[in-house]
């Protein structure tokens, strides 16, 4: 298990996480034929951690989540939301909304934890495809942020320590579930099946491009995989979502809309967002308009603790994202960003909410953004790479291949083998949009 843990943080502090010079899943081809039986075999026990975890679980809860910038954030086992018709406004003890975890920073389930809710199916499938499009997320942003720095295309913004709040939150929902994305989250693309050459069609704005070149890299769009075009605009996003939840419940009173073959009041929204847009006027339009006219849509917030250059002590003074919930009435909870367990299971809940109400949920989800904002941006102007050095070493991917080991779904020889043909399809479909005419 040490062995895999090193090997993965290697392979992150090679690519300097690309900062100083990654429900439906991927084809079952992609975790390989090992992987594949793995996920039909009974999970074996995990045993609990020995007592230099339960140690070093301790004293992670006792300082909280460190959010980077001097602040601590309360850890907790508990999943709670608040706001909304009949919860609480706020935790009891007074203080900041706990976030939720369920593994450490070293991948270990919390000891003395109760069970996890919405938690992974036993069976490991779900799970092992949640890593598998993880692990492709880091090899693609790898080798694409490589090619731009080559001046192949213009540029390229990676998910580097983002990619549990991405890929996890796309798994807790269904694929026909409506996504309106900012511009981080192409790991939903990835884990709804899209494979790297029409991302790299997109990044070249080759002919095959569904945006027609017409669009700046990475603003990527999929009506069949009902993801909705990328906007540069910040948060200009959030409205647009709020607006096709409500015309999706409107429908829903009268039946299923001519476009798609989802029953009535079985789908949601999602709208992801980082804190950054949350600063913006639509963030409040938007969580306004969707508790007063009830619209079922998910916000997911990616409060990575950086808007570009400017830290998020900079940005507000209150209990960041999740604690302005409450006061629109909306149901919401935070969350280990980091923790690709604890995301899944908070978006589970927070789409089950929004089913069960016909209204929205909020779940922040606070993790840290590991490499520049963009190609454009050079981190290092304005933080050190000591701030940083802290959460690169709780590499969400590593986290979770921790936990998948524990499983016994996990090992090394499995581990180099996805990544080994992540690597040669990310080179191929780089190597043939290359080659599209434009």
């Known amino acids: 298990m040490r062995r895999v843990a090193a090997a993965l943080l290697a392979r992150r502090a090679e690519a300097g996480w690309v900062a100083s010079s990654a429900a439906a899943g991927p084809p079952p081809s992609v975790l390989g034929a090992r992987t594949a039986a793995a996920a039909t075999t009974t999970p074996t026990s995990t045993p609990p951690p020995p007592r ?16 980077g910038d001097g602040r601590r954030l309360p850890y907790t086992t ?108 192409h790991g939903v693309l990835l884990h709804r099946g899209a494979p790297f050459k029409e991302m790299a069609d997109q990044c070249y704005g080759s002919r095959l491009d569904r945006g027609k070149g017409r669009q700046m890299p990475i603003h990527y769009g999929d009506p069949g995989r009902a993801f909705h075009t990328v906007s540069s605009p910040l948060a200009t996003q959030l409205p647009h979502a709020v607006g096709a939840a409500y015309a999706g419940r409107l429908w829903g009173q009268q039946g299923p809309t001519p476009a798609s073959s989802a029953p009535p009041g079985t789908t949601v929204v999602a709208a992801y967002f980082g804190e950054g847009a949350a600063s913006e ?96 941006d050079d981190a290092a102007r304005y933080r050190s790479p000591s701030a940083a050095g802290g959460w690169r070493a709780r590499d969400p991917a590593a986290r979770f291949a921790r936990w998948l080991e524990g499983r016994g779904w996990w090992d090394g020889e499995r581990e180099a083998e996805l990544r080994r043909a992540a690597r040669a399809e990310a080179v191929e479909a780089l190597a043939a949009a290359e080659k599209e005419p434009k």
């Open 52 to 67: 230099d975890a339960a140690a070093l679980q301790a004293a992670q809860a006792a300082d909280g989540l460190d959010f």
């Open 78 to 185: 508990t999943l709670t939301f608040y706001g909304g018709p009949g919860r609480p406004t706020a935790p009891a003890g007074g203080g900041p909304i706990p976030a939720f975890w369920t593994v450490d920073g070293a991948g270990a389930p919390i000891a003395g934890a109760p069970p996890v809710p919405l938690d992974f199916p036993d069976d490991g499938a779900a799970a092992l495809a949640v890593y598998a499009s993880m692990a492709r997320l880091q090899v693609m942003d790898t080798l694409f942020f490589e090619a731009q720095r080559q001046g192949r295309f213009s540029f390229y913004m990676t998910a580097a320590g983002e990619e549990a709040a991405t890929v996890a939150s796309a798994a807790a929902l269904q694929p026909n579930d409506p996504v309106f994305a900012q511009y981080r989250e």
């Open 281 to 376: 006027g639509d963030f409040h339009a938007a969580l306004n308009f969707a508790a007063v006219l009830r619209a079922p849509v998910v916000f997911i917030c990616r409060n990575n603790g950086w808007a570009i250059s400017t830290p998020a002590t900079q940005q507000y003074a209150g209990d960041g994202i999740a604690g302005r919930g409450p006061a629109y009435g909306v149901p919401s909870a935070r969350v280990d960003g980091g923790d690709a367990r604890a995301v899944h299971a908070a978006v589970a809940a927070a789409r089950a909410v929004a089913l069960a109400t016909g209204g929205p949920a909020l779940v922040e989800c606070v993790a840290y953004r590991a490499g520049h904002h963009s190609t454009s």
